[in-house]
C-alpha cells in the first residue's frame, strides 16, 4: 500500500528583529505573524502532517524578550494543534530553546507535539502515524552537549565533528520516511559578506544520500538545491526580507508530499512579503522627492535611497517625510555614465546592479589591482550570458 507524507518545511523566521535600526528602526513582528498565519492556513487546508523548522526561529541570540517568546510559542503550539513540529536549532537560536522544548514536551497534550532537535537521531510519529526518521545537524554549541574539546581546538576540530556526523548519517539506516535536517550553508552557496568565524560550509558530496528529504536553513534565498544523486533538497528560506541584500530574494515556504515508492512532488507557497526596492538618484532634490512621493504613494513595500550628491542636505528630510516607507538613504559613489534618465531633470539608477557592486567593493578594496580580476569576472559572465 502507498504510504505518503506531507511536509510543511519553514525556517529563519527571525522573532523579535528590528531592520534598519541606525535609520528608521521597523519592527518587523507584524510582517513575520501575518506570513506565519498564511503558512498555518495552507497548512491546515492542506492537512499537512509533519512541520519542519530548520532554524532561527529566534533573531537574539542572548535576549529575545518576553513578547518575542510569546510569538514563538504560540506559533509552535498553533502548528502543533494541526501535526507535529520539529524544530532544528539555528546560529541565532536562544539558548533556551533546548529546555523550551523539555518544558513543552511536559506540560499540555498538544505541546507534546513539538521536539525541538539536538544532535542525535530521532524518530517522530507524524499526524496519520507516519514513523519518520529525523537525522539532525544543528548550529553547533555547547548547550546541546559537546564536548568542550570540540570547541576548545578550533574551527578545524568542528568541521572534523560535522564530517564525521555526515558520514555517520550517509550509513545511517533508513526509517519508513527519513529526512535530514540542517542549518548550515553549502559550499558554492556562499552569500557575499558572510560572517567569518564559527561559519559551517559543509562540501555537498557529504550530504546523506538515501534519505526521502533534505530540510536546510541558514541561507535566506528560497532555493532548490539540485545535484546528481542528491535526493530532494530546499533551504526554505527566510519569511520576510531582512533587509536589502535580499531585494530580490523568493520567499515563501515549501510543501512537500514524500510517496513510499519514492515518487516525491514539492510546492512552493508564495507567502507574499513586503517588496524591497532600491532608488538612486544622482542628486538628491526636491525633483526627487516629489517622485519618491509618489512612488511610495502606490508602493507597499520598504525603500532604500542612494544617491551620489546632496547639495541642499535633504536625506533626513527625506526620511522623516516618507517615515514608514523609505527606511534608508545613504550616499554612494558611482560613475555618471552609469546612471540612467527618468523625467526631466531628474535622474536615478535602475536597483543596484550585483557587478557594479562587485567592481566597486574590489576597486575600492584594491585599487589599481582590482582590474585583472574585474575583467575576468566581467568576462566569465559574459560567457555564461551568451551560452
Request: aromatic fraction near 8%.
Amino acid at each position: 500500500m502507498l504510504k505518503t507524507l506531507k511536509i510543511l518545511h519553514t525556517s529563519d523566521w527571525h522573532f523579535g528583529i528590528e531592520s534598519w535600526s541606525q535609520t528608521v528602526p521597523t519592527d518587523r513582528t507584524p510582517e513575520i505573524c501575518s506570513i506565519l498565519n498564511k503558512i498555518l492556513e495552507v497548512s491546515e487546508r492542506e492537512e499537512v502532517d509533519l512541520f519542519l523548522i530548520t532554524g532561527d526561529v529566534f533573531h537574539s541570540r542572548t535576549n529575545p524578550g518576553v513578547d518575542t517568546i510569546r510569538h514563538v510559542l504560540g506559533y509552535l503550539t498553533k502548528m502543533a494543534k494541526i501535526a507535529p513540529v520539529v524544530v532544528l536549532l539555528g546560529n541565532h537560536d536562544w539558548k533556551g530553546m533546548i529546555p523550551l522544548g523539555r518544558f513543552l514536551k511536559e506540560t499540555t497534550p498538544v505541546s507534546s507535539n513539538v521536539v525541538v532537535l539536538g544532535i542525535d537521531p530521532v524518530e517522530v510519529e507524524a499526524r496519520r502515524g507516519q514513523k519518520v526518521k529525523i537525522l539532525p545537524l544543528p548550529y553547533l554549541d555547547k548547550g546541546l552537549g559537546l564536548e568542550d574539546r570540540v570547541f576548545a581546538e578550533g574551527e578545524r576540530r568542528i568541521n572534523e565533528f560535522v564530517e564525521e556526523k555526515l558520514r555517520e548519517y550517509r550509513e545511517t539506516s533508513r526509517g519508513e520516511f527519513t529526512v535530514f535536517m540542517g542549518h548550515f550553508t553549502l559550499r558554492g552557496l556562499e552569500p557575499p559578506g558572510m560572517e567569518t568565524g564559527r561559519e559551517i560550509i559543509v562540501p555537498r558530496e557529504l550530504l546523506p544520500t538515501s534519505v526521502d528529504y533534505i530540510a536546510l536553513g541558514h541561507i535566506h534565498e528560497l532555493r532548490r538545491v539540485e545535484e546528481r544523486g542528491l535526493p530532494l533538497t530546499f533551504y526554505a528560506g527566510s519569511l520576510v526580507r531582512l533587509d536589502f541584500s535580499e531585494e530580490k530574494d523568493r520567499k515563501g515556504a515549501v510543501l512537500v508530499t514524500l510517496r513510499s515508492n519514492g515518487d516525491h512532488t514539492y510546492e512552493i507557497l508564495d507567502t507574499s512579503p513586503k517588496p524591497l526596492k532600491t532608488f538612486v538618484f544622482e542628486r538628491l532634490d526636491y525633483k526627487a522627492l516629489e517622485q519618491l512621493e509618489r512612488t511610495c504613494g502606490v508602493f507597499d513595500g520598504y525603500v532604500r535611497v542612494q544617491y551620489l550628491e546632496d547639495p541642499k542636505g535633504l536625506a533626513l528630510e527625506l526620511l522623516n517625510r516618507l517615515r514608514g516607507k523609505v527606511v534608508k538613504v545613504e550616499m554612494v559613489r558611482k560613475r555618471r555614465q552609469e546612471l540612467a534618465s527618468i523625467g526631466e531633470g531628474s535622474e536615478e539608477l535602475r536597483p543596484t546592479n550585483l557587478m557594479d557592486l562587485y567592481k566597486e567593493f574590489v576597486r575600492e578594496k584594491y585599487g589599481e589591482q582590482a582590474n585583472d580580476l574585474v575583467n575576468l569576472v566581467g568576462g566569465m559572465l559574459k560567457e555564461v550570458e551568451e551560452r
